[in-house]
């Protein structure tokens, strides 16, 4: 007779056991339509789940990330199906759930193309109108081995039979296709109504490139159509913003293999790239950080010690000399920095010591894993390390938390979540270390006021931290600052401070970055405005157009005088229209364009307009360059236009 609690602690007691449908049912007969799959004492279980004895339940719907989960895998499922009415012959493998999605793994003779595809999910959609039962079913898994054979199916027999022998097989049918799984699913397929197949591409059987060639179909699925198009509405913007097409456009940076994941920085990027180092350079200075920088290559030795070798080592770059020494590229700043602090005697009363770095650092990373200026292999970071006393850690942390987000909101970020990372499974210091800096940690987020979510097993290697994630105009989230307790590195690399008992200490060093990767934070910044950044990081802040060449001896006169005053500024001569001229600059997302004809030559005027193609009128050299001044030093929440 079990007793079905439910979340709000209500009890239902049933005389038989009764299935998470039933349960459903016994709520309302809305939630019984809805639901698509139950929590059983937190186990994710089908509809048709029997519970038999007592147990925590709960109607999973697709409110709710795991009901998403269901959908999306349900319709991996539909997919396979689909391909198999299609195409007898396919091989079906595995079919994930990934973020946003799904895809399936299928062995066939040729590719698929855009014809194909269209072609399945026509199918997908007629089976979801047939709303077929979905039915589960366990088998021994010799048995299943065998029942996948005589299918055909040999990928599949591959799979079942690496599972361990005593291990019972769930099978999932559907009409009358079948596919080994662990569930949950959805009820029957009516429950997917919203899903589109996006992509096919080539995928080695088991992520091998010795093994077969496999045809991977990418899919999203959404609980309504309404979530669907605005999905895909993203994904189209996110390919418009795409950085590395900004990149090329605005003639900003190139990579090219000769040097994988390093950039070519071209003159304008480069702008970019000097203007975020100057202004974090200025927030530093008067948050009361000091400027270093420390050796590129350094004895292996030197990082066996710091732990780094035996941690990271598979990302770091070695090099051996003629003279048989090992070096390693620096992939972090800090030993450097320890180094620095280190040498001369530090007393307790020069605490909290700021040292930041602009340290450019390598990583070796899987070429498959790199992805324009957001997944590269040498990058700068705006590093700092912090040395205090174990008492100034709640301070310090609320200063840097402070900092971080005020410098993001000058550049449009005020949407901005929080993460805390744990001890990982790979680590040095003991457990008691590890319990004083997450409670360290911890206790500066409560003093900062900030609500953090938990981001398990996620913490660096020497400390646990904070990990700031910003959200993007198109609702992207992007990881970008961090800040880390660490009570393991300064020891073991023999970091000392004098107390006020002339004792020797070890300091607490707090590592922290705002931008992170300036490289990866370009790439934000280009993709969250669209290549449009504003004025006082534009590499182009106004380009100045004369109509005929009588106008040319003044352009180049303003030109010159605006260049004088620092503003990033060029002319535009060429025998073109004007109205050619503002077209080709508007493309190059040039802030302002300022155009002179007789008129405003005679009068020492220029008219001005906007990247928007706003008309400004016209005003005087001087004014709009007071103006500008204005908008550059407000980091744009004064604009030209007033
Ligand atoms: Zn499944
Ligand atoms: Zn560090």
């Known amino acids: 007779m079990p007793v079905v609690t439910l979340p709000d602690g209500s009890q239902r007691r049933f005389d038989h056991p009764v299935t998470v449908d039933e349960v459903a049912g016994s709520i309302g007969a809305g939630l019984r339509k809805a639901a698509l799959a139950g929590r059983v004492n937190g186990k994710l279980v089908d509809t048709s789940h029997l519970i038999g004895s007592d147990a925590a339940v709960s109607i999973v719907t697709d409110r709710e990330p795991d009901g998403l989960e269901v959908i999306r895998h349900s319709t991996a499922h539909l997919l396979a199906q689909a391909v198999k009415e299609l195409y007898p012959d396919a091989q079906v493998t595995i ?77 999932y049918g559907q009409g009358n296709w079948i596919d080994l799984c662990r569930g949950p699913h959805v009820p029957s397929t009516g429950k997917l109504k919203a899903f589109k197949l996006t992509r096919v591409a080539g995928a080695y059987w088991r992520g091998d490139s010795r093994n077969e060639m496999l045809q991977r179909i990418y899919g999203t699925a959404w609980p309504d159509k309404k979530q669907l198009d605005e999905y895909l509405h993203r994904l189209e913007e996110a390919e418009k913003r795409d950085h590395r097409r900004i990149g090329r456009e605005l003639d900003l940076f190139h990579l090219q293999e000769e040097a994988p994941g390093a950039v070519f920085w071209h003159p304008k990027g480069w702008t970019v790239f000097q203007t975020l180092i100057a202004y974090m350079r200025e927030r530093q200075r008067a948050a009361g950080y000091q400027e270093v920088s420390a050796p590129e290559l350094m004895d292996a030795g030197l990082w066996q010690l710091s732990g780094h070798l035996e941690k990271f080592g598979e990302n770091m770059f070695l090099t051996r000399t003629p003279d048989e020494r090992v070096y390693a590229i620096k992939p972090m700043n800090c030993p450097g920095h320890i180094q620095i602090f280190k040498h001369g005697l530090r007393s307790y009363r020069e605490l909290p010591i700021r040292l930041a770095e602009f340290g450019k650092v390598h990583r070796y990373e899987p070429s498959g894993a790199l992805h324009g200026l957001m997944r590269v292999r040498a990058f700068t970071q705006d590093d700092a390390h912090i040395f205090i006393t174990e008492r100034q850690i709640t301070e310090e942390s609320v200063a840097v938390t402070k900092l971080l987000l005020d410098i993001y909101r000058d550049f449009g970020f005020d949407d901005v979540r929080i993460k805390f990372a744990d001890r990982p499974p790979k680590r040095v210091g003991s457990d008691e270390v590890w319990d004083r800096a997450e409670a360290a940690l911890k206790a500066a987020s409560h003093a900062a006021g900030i609500e953090y979510t938990l981001n398990p097993g996620e913490g660096a290697f020497y400390g ?19 800040i880390q307790v660490d009570l393991n590195l300064p020891g073991r690399l023999g970091a000392y401070y004098i107390d006020e008992h002339s004792a020797k200490v070890t300091p607490v060093m707090l590592h922290r970055a705002i931008f992170g990767s300036l490289e990866r934070f370009l790439a934000i910044l280009l993709e969250h405005h669209a290549g449009r950044l504003p004025a006082w990081l534009s590499p182009l802040q106004c380009v100045l157009m004369s109509i005929t060449d009588r106008q040319d001896e003044y352009v180049l006169k303003v030109t ?74 407000s980091r744009g929440r004064r604009l030209v236009e007033g």
């Open 464 to 482: 646990p931290k904070l990990e700031f994630v910003l959200r993007d105009a198109i609702g992207r989230d992007w990881q970008c600052g961090t």
């Open 560 to 633: 010159e005088s605006l260049k004088n005053q620092g503003f990033r500024v060029e002319s535009d001569l060429r025998n073109e229209k004007v109205g050619f001229k503002i077209r080709e600059h508007t493309l190059k997302r040039v802030p302002y364009l300022l155009v002179a004809g007789d008129k405003e030559v005679a009068a020492n005027l220029v008219s001005v307009r906007t990247l928007s193609g706003k008309d400004l009128g016209t005003m005087s050299p001087q004014t709009f360059a007071e103006r500008l001044r204005i908008e550059l030093d």
């Open 95 to 171: 079919g994930p759930v990934i973020e946003d999605g799904f895809y399936y793994d299928f062995a066939y003779k040729r590719p698929f193309n855009t014809e194909d595809l269209a072609a399945i999910e026509a199918k997908m959609q007629e089976l979801a109108k047939a709303d077929q039962k979905v039915a589960r079913r366990v088998m021994p898994r010799n048995e299943a081995v065998e029942f996948f054979k005589g299918l055909g199916e040999i990928y599949k027999a591959e799979i079942i039979a690496s599972i361990p022998e005593k291990e019972e097989i769930s099978l």
